[in-house]
């Protein structure tokens, strides 16, 4: 499987995904790292590792139809058949989910449909809930909105500060996200 991983920030989650691709867990291939933020820590991740990336803004083109439009060519040039967003801070536009129906995967740091948006983690925490989590799921037009793969639970503890919880809800997402593509990659490969 032909993979392209999107990515804004950090890249933790690129980097454990990558990782399990090394060691053969997952039957696949990750032949781009697109970030929308030249700045990104991702992207020296990716060098790293020999993973060939491409970065540019919205702000570059006159729309974000056309930023679209790059994209997807990019993509097409590829020939990826699978797209994993992995802390990409963007909504995916119209004609990237139409050359993709069901081959966009996301991870949320909430047990969705609760906490969806920008700041998963701060909110469950700040709402005092007795337990969040993280869900893998497809993508559609809305805001965290499409069909749910796979979540798992993480309780916070009296004792949690948001750097606590911050920290356990990324340790489930490093174990859920890679095993939850594995499952996937191979559903898609039958
Ligand atoms: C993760 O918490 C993910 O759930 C959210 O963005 C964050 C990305 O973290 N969508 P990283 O860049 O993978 O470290």
Not at 18 to 40: T, Y
Not at 84 to 97: D, E, F, N, S, T
Not at 175 to 185: D, Q, S, T, W
């Amino acid at each position: 499987m032909r993979i392209a991983v999107f990515a804004s920030g950090n890249g933790s989650n690129f980097q454990v995904i990558a990782d399990a691709i090394n060691k053969q867990e997952i039957e696949g291939e990750i032949v781009l790292l697109f970030s929308d933020n030249r700045q990104a820590k991702v992207l020296s991740r990716a060098e790293k590792l020999g993973i060939p990336t491409q970065s540019f803004s919205p702000k570059d083109f006159s729309d974000k139809s056309t930023y679209e439009a790059e994209i997807l060519h990019m993509l097409e040039e590829k020939e990826v058949e699978l797209i994993v967003l992995a802390g990409y801070m963007r909504l995916i536009g119209p004609a990237l989910l139409e050359a993709y129906p069901e081959r966009i995967i996301n991870i949320h740091p909430s047990l969705l449909p609760a906490f969806p948006g920008l700041h998963g983690i701060r909110d469950a925490y700040e709402a005092g809930v007795a337990e969040t989590g993280v869900t893998v799921h497809y993508i559609d037009k809305g805001i965290d909105t499409g069909p749910i793969i796979a979540q798992e639970k993480v309780l916070i503890a009296p004792e949690d500060t948001l750097e606590s919880l911050e920290e356990k809800i990324h340790q489930t997402e490093h174990r859920l996200y890679p095993a939850v593509l594995k499952r996937i990659i191979k559903e898609k490969e039958q």
